[in-house]
């Protein structure tokens, strides 16, 4: 073909977008020729339809042979950047091949460039500080907040899941109810006024993310900037980390046997605008709010116009009696807000609670909700509606009330037995823990942080009690969970336990 030809000029063009082999690279040329040519198609050098020159041509512009150039066109072709045409010979395809989607790999630089600027306000950097601790895989002795998985009836979970899923209803595909999916909000009120005498209907329901992100969702669209909010003086951390978040004022309030000492929290912030208690169950000292107690609190709140968060964390497992009233149920006045959540009934991956209030809030605190939250997945939620409408839910609880009965009592058993007069530990009515004191005796063998130090090393997990108070007082106190472990892991592991003390040195409490 004569030089100024239509593929002549093809080929200057190719020569013109920089191609160029190298005869000394180990990539074989035609490989290089392939990789040059998509490069310039994926970046839009070439575009769609452009005709390729022909393979004599281009072999003579480079100065190599056709074969090299015959290969890198089959393997464009065959990789859709080119495509063969009748009487056209080979064109740029019209249709992009899936790798240029992909952005090009790029090389790790040799030297890692300094950290920029943290990106955390101060106020974001505080928060952080209040990181909780995440659960393995598997749980250890004696961690806390690990409910049993084993005895879950995931066969019927699966079916339940099947049934909406296999073929799901519209209802539930365009569900986007800020209050969470109807038929939930209603088995969830049927059961509160059928196993906790809470006396509700669906409309005062809102399904949530769990107990904490209740929390923080009403922090967020009931209080101001600025606002005090009581809290027990011994409490999980993660509520202040919810408190600081929303720019709140935390306000330690003292516990005693009656649990919160509201008097105490009127001296130290008459103004507060919320209170959060836990009155079935403290967490984590476990004591039972009494009725006078629970009655002072409802006054507070009714004469100052404040709010009060009922953590109901882990009021089904009650094992004496009858459940007790909730403090919502004593509400008349519309000031208490209670919280539920399937995360210790359930499992906690679920992510999924709920909260209670008199449905005249409902509808303004939904609205608000609708625009900053993306709520639930509904994925789960009309399978959780049937677990607990068709009586799955109640048999689950009835059975691990059994099942956290068996082990509470075979932990007490095994630490009278093995730590009598080193580890003071009673039982408790209501919960997934114990919570143990080392004696005078113990301390003056072995310091706390010895003690939790050699427990560590041994594979078990002893949860010091001054970390639920933000002043870290001193305290000899211990969590003990048991919810998770069978009987014959619980006793192994007192019996390592009490082998480990038995072993440490006596030179007052510095082992």
Not at 119 to 141: D, E, V
Not at 266 to 285: E, K
Not at 355 to 367: A, K
Request: with cysteine; hydrophobic share 40%.
């Amino acid at each position: 073909m004569p030089r100024g030809t239509k593929s002549d000029a093809g080929a200057s063009l190719f020569i013109l977008l920089g191609l160029s082999l190298d005869r000394d690279s180990s990539q074989p040329m035609s490989e290089q020729l392939s990789e040059q040519i998509a490069t310039a198609i994926s970046r839009g050098s070439l575009a769609a339809g452009t005709p390729m020159p022909s393979s004599r041509i281009l072999a003579d512009e480079l100065g190599c042979s056709r074969n090299t150039v015959k290969a890198a066109f089959e393997k464009l072709i065959a990789e859709g950047y080119l495509v063969g045409v009748a009487r056209m010979n080979t064109v740029v395809a019209e249709r992009a091949p899936d790798s240029y989607f992909f952005a090009a790999r790029t090389a790790v630089p040799a030297e890692v460039p300094p950290p920029t600027p943290a990106i955390l306000s101060s106020r974001g950097a505080r928060i952080s500080t209040h990181r909780r601790p995440r659960c393995p895989q598997s749980a250890r002795p004696f961690e806390i907040g690990h409910p049993e998985s084993e005895e879950f009836p995931f066969e019927v979970w699966v079916d339940l899941y099947r049934s909406h899923w296999a073929k799901p209803r519209r209802v539930v595909i365009d569900s986007a109810d800020p209050r969470g999916y109807l038929p939930l909000r209603s088995s969830i009120a049927q059961y509160l006024s059928t196993m906790r005498g809470l006396t509700c209907d669906a409309e005062d329901v809102i399904v949530t993310g769990g107990g904490f992100h209740a929390m923080d969702l009403f922090m967020r669209l009931a209080l101001q900037p600025g606002d005090a909010v009581w809290i027990e003086e011994a409490t999980a951390r993660e509520i202040y980390a919810l408190v600081e978040a929303n720019g709140l004022l935390a306000v330690d309030v003292p516990i005693d046997e009656q649990g919160m000492v509201v008097a105490e929290g009127i001296r130290r912030a008459p103004h507060a605008r919320m209170a959060i208690v836990t009155p079935a169950h403290q967490h984590p000292l476990g004591m039972t709010m009494s009725l006078p107690r629970r009655q002072e609190l409802l006054d507070w709140a009714t004469r100052s116009n404040a709010w009060v968060l009922e953590d109901d964390y882990d009021g089904e497992f009650r094992y004496t009696g009858t459940p007790l009233a909730t403090l919502k149920s004593l509400d008349r006045d519309g000031r208490v807000i209670y919280l539920g959540t399937f995360s210790k009934s359930i499992f906690p991956s679920l992510r999924m609670g709920y909260m209670v209030m008199n449905s005249g809030l409902v509808s303004d605190f939904s609205s608000a909700r609708d625009a900053i939250d993306l709520f639930p997945t509904m994925l789960e939620q009309p399978v959780m509606a049937s677990f607990i409408g068709r009586g799955h839910f109640a048999t689950h609880l009835r059975r691990m009330r059994q099942v956290y009965r068996e082990r509470q009592s075979a932990l007490l058993l095994a630490m009278r037995e093995q730590l009598s007069g080193l580890i003071e530990i009673q039982p408790d009515e209501t919960g997934l823990h114990l919570l143990g004191f080392m004696t005078p005796k113990l301390l003056r063998r072995m310091s706390l942080e010895a003690l939790l130090t050699k427990a560590a090393n041994a594979g078990i997990v002893l949860v010091p009690l001054k970390n639920f108070y933000r002043d870290g007082r001193d305290s000899a106190g211990l969590l003990l969970g048991f919810s998770s472990l069978p009987v014959g892991v619980i006793r192994d592991a007192v019996e390592t336990l009490a082998a480990l003390i038995a072993a440490a040195p006596a030179n007052g409490g510095q082992a």
